[in-house]
């Protein structure tokens, strides 16, 4: 198993489009899914945030599918990017951790940090690194 990537926020996302029992096998190239931030001290010490969200991709279930140079990692930054957008139209403060596999009770802590913009993870080919910690920020254009 890869690295999840755990997205935190001050408010609720939209997400309900992208949770893995509202997919059928030709829809959509990322999952979603909240997750319970009392339920995992690693969430309680790295994120400042109230609402928490696991994301992954469609067509290998971990962070591992974003990377690489083929259709269904292309496809799933694009739609990662997009939502990532569309969060940032809702709330300001979106923070990203690329997590360790044993990311819950591990006592891990972020060992990078950095700004994204959607338009990077658009184009970003070698993917995360776990322990990397992102300010994800809107773009001007």
């Known amino acids: 198993m890869c690295h999840p990537l755990v997205l935190g926020s001050v408010e609720p996302l939209p997400i309900l489009q ?4 509202r997919h059928d096998e030709t829809d959509g190239h990322i999952y979603v899914d909240s997750l319970d931030k009392a339920a995992s001290y690693d969430s309680q010490v790295i994120f400042s945030t109230r609402f928490l969200y696991y994301i ?3 067509h290998t279930g971990d962070a591992c599918g974003f990377s690489g140079d083929y259709d269904e990692a292309e496809s799933a930054r694009r739609e990662l990017a997009a939502f990532l957008e569309r969060s940032l139209e809702i709330c300001a403060d979106l ?17 990078r940090f950095d700004y994204v913009g959607p338009s990077d993870i658009r184009t970003w080919m070698t993917g995360f690194t776990p322990g990397d910690f992102f300010q994800v920020i809107r773009e001007v254009v």
């Open 18 to 21: 992208y949770t893995p029992d």
């Open 56 to 58: 992954s991709t469609r």
């Open 95 to 111: 923070q990203l951790f690329v997590a360790f596999t044993d990311y819950g009770d591990s006592g891990v802590v972020p060992s």
